[in-house]
């Protein structure tokens, strides 16, 4: 450090930087405050908007236009104010070019934070790039054609090597090879993005040090020789890097190869020698400085974290000469992840653990794949034909890739769901591998040192790793979490000996809740099993997320065991999805009344559909009438679990629960209420009979039901129970341990 004065200087700066931004936050951070536009308006509020295009994507459905310099003129209020960035979701196929001025006329919408653990916080994605709201607009028209010329240049440049290598390689391999070099991901295959994530290669699909090296270092070396000048061939280089970087964009990735490079090329142009470190620090400041945000951001950690276990890590893996072969290959690789598993878990819930040997395989021919897509794409574009075989050497090894992903998912063990760990333990973790680290670094070489050097590294690492990932391994008692999936069901349960179980999963107004809303939140409590998933009745606000899981379960959670309603209970939709169940090797049981699942002192019983008290027969229905109904009990704990029971069936459930209030009392601590809080369940009647401390509500906002209904809403407050709507809250948790209980938001 002695050595390296700008080095010290940036790890002060860094220092203050993080702690400005973890203690002032809002005072600190200018995107967290609300911008003009949250304060002045509220959503589906009528704008006029004026403003400068700053990029557009064309899709299917219309266009999404960014813009800058936005001047914003509510109808209601008749208010004028200015907003810095917007995006506008318009249906129309006008040509737009950046730096045109247009007028849009539409509606006001925000972006949601994330409503239930796991799950993906758009708020703070956008917050991130300055952007705090979005319009729909219904009118639009260019006010000023003035047009940026160079982005204008530059976009058009991109999209039409992006639509060449679609064409050449095919929609798969050219989505795939489209996002490696142009950083341009919206087209590509969602199945290809998430195979090489959840293999852990993912990170050939953003730009990097190792593109920006390629084109910025292989041009400034080039024209070094050809005009024996290093200024020159810096001025080159940096001049052909300026213009790719302007084509991809500014990522946080891009930023630190890019100031990287700049130091690199100075070193060389100056005389002196590159220091990583130094250059590496001076990129994160100016990176946090720009946006401290990103100290919260994954990709900034990710790539900055790389990049340090390369100085700080692996020259110790390296330096050591007396090492196996087999050791001397891994090594790097294995020390790496040690140093981003935190990072990993925290962001993405999970370890490929084959990764380190697929990236022996994958990151050796990426730099095949940058020359060749780069030099295939430019013969083609030259109307040579050879760029067409040079391209199928890149479609050759991407679908090894593509090969070797799917194959290694079939290995067993091949991921590990290990929760989100929280940020003391990631804290406590890193500072046991900076110990680690002093210890290599300092302690003396000779043999028997060296030997007690081994050992108390392996054993602090040990403990640092137990750390990291005991969450959820010592949790205790027992947990019940509402998902918010909109309008529709999902309720976790995580019993007190570690099975987990799930009641319904299904939306009628939010898309693919299977993957984007269940799945990551299961992951981020360390669920990588669900024991029992019990289907309440065949309706699609139930079940079309359950059908996701199950054809999921390569790359997302296993279920064991699917529980249906008895068999005179189901209908068409119930039978498709008891055959995808076999299908993808889950088992299939049936629920009578009456039924007792049990693990520990926790049991769920099975009140319903059935139980006539007076031994009479009844009408056999499907659907709501004839919702599967569980009563879950945890020592002094109990709950009620209702379906979408309404009339017959919910008469029915209540002459079976007064029945069992005569055999036992039970005080129901919470009642999951029927059928979104529809106006013809949860009876006067049947509260009367069960009487709630607590009442839960699952219901999408602004759902064209209207649900919960108001005079539900009423027959509930005047039992005297208090209401959770995940509406209001979000995702709802209880914990329960022993004879104490307490409800909190399922993000906290």
Sequence with gaps: MRNRPLLSVCLIILCVLASCTLVGKERFIKELRPSPLEICTTEDESVIVCGVIYRQEQKENGQIIYLKHNSVYSISNKQKFQESKLIVYINSKEKLHIGNRIKVRGTVSFYENARNPGNFDQKFYYQKQGIHGKIYGSQMQITDKSVDVFREKLAVFRAGWKELLVREMGEREGGVLAAILLGEKSDMDPEMKELYQVNGIGHILAISGLHLSFAGLGAYRLFRRLTGSYKAGGLAGGMLLFLYVSM??????????????????????????????????????????????????????????????????????????????????????????????????????????????????????????????????????????????????CSRILKLYDGCCVLLLKFPVARWIAGRPEKWRCIVYYLMLSGIILIWKYMDRQPVKIRKKYMASLALYITAWLILISGPLLRRGMEVTMLDIGQGDCICVQGPKHQNYLIDGGSSDVKEIGKYRIEPFLKSRGIAQLDYVFLSHGDMDHMNGIEELLMRQDVGVRIRNLVVPGKQYWDERILKIITMAKMYGTDVKEMEYGTEL?????????????????????????????????????????????????????????????????????TWEILKTAHHGSKNSTTETFLQTVYPQYAWISAGRKNRYGHPHDLTLKRLEKSGAKIYSTQDNGAVAVTVRKKTMWIHGGNS
């Design 248 to 393: 991809i964009g500014m990522t946080v990735s891009v930023l630190r190869a890019w100031v990287m490079f700049l130091f690199r090329v100075g070193a060389d142009v100056t005389g002196r020698k590159y220091d990583m470190p130094t250059a590496l620090s001076v990129a994160a400041v100016i990176a946090v400085g720009s946006n401290p945000l990103y100290l919260y951001d994954g990709g900034f950690l990710l790539s900055f974290g790389a990049l340090l276990a390369i100085c700080t890590v692996i020259p110790l893996v390296k330096e050591e000469s007396q090492q196996p072969v087999m050791v001397r290959i891994l090594g790097p690789g294995i020390a790496m992840n040690c140093v981003l598993w935190p990072v990993i878990l925290y962001f993405f819930f999970e370890v490929p653990l084959y990764s380190v040997m697929l990236n022996l395989l994958v990151i050796p021919l990426m730099p095949v794949i940058l020359s060749c897509g780069m030099a295939g794409s430019l013969v083609r574009m030259a109307g040579g034909t050879y760029g067409t075989w040079i391209l199928m050497v």
């Design 598 to 666: 049990k693990e520990g002192e926790m049991k769920f019983t099975c009140l319903g559909p059935g139980g006539n008290t007076d031994n009479k027969s009844h009408n056999v229905t499907t659907g709501n009438e004839s919702s599967m109904i569980l009563h879950l009990e945890y020592g002094e704990f109990d709950m009620l679990f209702t379906g979408d029971v309404e009339k017959e069936g919910e008469e029915r459930l209540t002459e079976v629960l007064d029945v069992i209030q005569e055999e036992k009392k039970i």
